[in-house]
Every structure is written in structure tokens, then in C-alpha cells.
């Protein structure tokens, strides 16, 4: 089974709208760390928000929101106010258990999301 | 502040070459990793070390491939001899493990490797 599953290959979306990327996850330890990155079409991946199991509160990081829905293992970014710099490969990460030995990430496949002027 | 430094950004080898690839992380990090990124297999760990010492090495793909940390500033991926087949983007990252588990793993821009 699929640890991370994006299930947008691709979005497109007006300038200045909101827009949601789907991400879901599957794991069964309690403690968990969730990541949102960015990759443009430069190359170099952009580290955008985390969310951790226990957080209670959703992560917010400027125009970056994540809707975390724990019950259903999801962790959706939302991008408010989408600008044309916004278009770039998108992936959501997971580590699972929180202890020595376990800092490896797994990615999803991503979400190509390109923003229409 | 400077970021994660891979060099060199872009190589293109002849098969049966050996190909080195370089990484400094961010000066006080103490874990680093290499990540493979191909359009089939998506990004993928190959190898990570935690104060200069490899942890986890299960994705190593096979004995080509081997990762040294000589010291907390360097570390070299090296594949020797080189396959068409390890074309690919190899991405460096490195995050400071504590005892807080949110440990924000930051990625330099990145090698580009084709072997033809």
C-alpha cells in the first residue's frame, strides 16, 4: 500500500484563487510528522510546512495552510491567494515514529499545479 | 545563509565511468541524506548519516553505489561503475536532529546525472 497518495497529477488554477492539494496518508504509528514541499521547475525542493501528529492546531505558514484531518488521514496544503510563482511540482511527506534511526521521508508522487493569469 | 551545496549541478558520463557527487550540508546540521529522484520511482532515500555516521542504508540500490561522511561539513555519493539506468537527479539534504520531532530536512538544488 501507498504510504503517501496524491491523487492530482495536475491542477490548474486562476491567478488569486484559493486552491487545494490532496494528500493522504497511511500509517499506523502514533507519532508522525507530515511535510509539504515545493519544486519549481528549477529543480531544488523548497521546504513549505509541517504538521506533526499530536499538533492539535493546523499548521499555518504565510499563503501555506495545512488542513489536517487526522481521523481520515489527510493532510491538505492550501494555498491562499494563488500567484503565478505558485506553479510547481508539489509533494507531500511523511515520517513515521519519532525515534533514533527513523528520520527517512517518503514521498508522494506530487501534484503539478500551474497558476492561469 | 548558505544552504545545502551540491556540486557539481549537472554531469553527463560515459557508461562504466566512476561518478562522485558532493555535498556540504548547512553548517551546525547533524543529519544528512541522499535522495534519488527519477520519473518512475519518484524521490526515493538512498542512504542517510546522523553525526557522520550512516543510520540507514536499505536504499542503496546495490553495491555500485556507496556514501561516505568524512566530516560534519562533507559527504560524497559515489557510483562506480555507472549504469544508463542511475541517470537521475540526486538531491543532498540536511536537518538538525534533536530531541523535538519535527527535524525540517532542507535540500540543496541538486545533481543532475545522465549516463550514456
Known amino acids: 500500500a501507498q504510504k503517501i497518495t496524491q491523487t492530482q497529477p495536475g491542477m490548474f488554477v486562476q491567478e488569486k484563487e484559493a486552491v487545494t492539494l490532496d494528500c493522504t496518508y497511511d500509517t499506523s504509528d502514533q507519532s508522525y510528522g507530515l511535510f509539504w514541499y515545493k519544486q519549481p521547475s528549477s529543480g531544488e525542493m523548497i521546504f513549505l510546512i509541517y504538521?506533526?501528529?499530536?499538533?492539535?492546531q493546523n499548521a499555518t505558514e504565510g499563503r501555506y495552510s495545512l488542513n489536517f484531518q487526522k481521523a481520515r488521514k489527510s493532510a491538505n496544503l492550501v494555498i491562499s491567494a494563488s500567484q503565478l510563482g505558485d506553479s510547481a511540482m508539489y509533494f507531500c511527506?511523511?515520517?513515521?515514529?519519532?525515534?533514533?534511526?527513523?528520520?527517512?521521508?517518503?514521498f508522494g508522487t506530487g501534484t503539478r499545479l500551474t497558476i492561469i493569469p | 545563509d548558505a544552504g545545502v551545496i551540491q556540486s557539481p549541478r549537472h554531469e553527463v558520463t560515459e557508461m562504466g565511468q566512476e561518478v562522485t557527487l558532493r555535498c556540504k550540508p548547512i553548517?551546525?546540521?547533524?543529519?544528512l541524506f541522499w535522495y534519488r529522484q527519477t520519473m518512475m520511482r519518484g524521490l526515493e532515500l538512498l542512504i542517510y548519516f546522523n553525526n557522520n555516521v550512516p543510520i540507514d542504508d536499505s536504499g542503496m540500490p546495490e553495491d555500485r553505489f556507496s556514501a561516505k561522511m568524512p566530516n560534519a561539513s562533507f559527504s560524497t555519493l559515489k557510483i562506480q561503475p555507472s549504469e544508463p539506468r542511475d541517470s537521475a537527479v540526486y538531491f543532498c539534504?540536511?536537518?538538525?536532529?534533536?530531541?523535538?520531532?519535527?527535524?525540517?530536512?532542507?535540500f540543496g538544488a541538486g545533481t543532475r546525472l545522465s549516463v550514456l
Open positions: 511527506a511523511m515520517r513515521e515514529g519519532w525515534y533514533f534511526g527513523n528520520e527517512k521521508l517518503t
Open positions: 504538521q506533526g501528529s499530536y499538533d492539535e
Open positions: 539534504a540536511s536537518s538538525f536532529r534533536d530531541t523535538v520531532a519535527k527535524n525540517i530536512q532542507y
Open positions: 553548517s551546525g546540521h547533524n543529519s
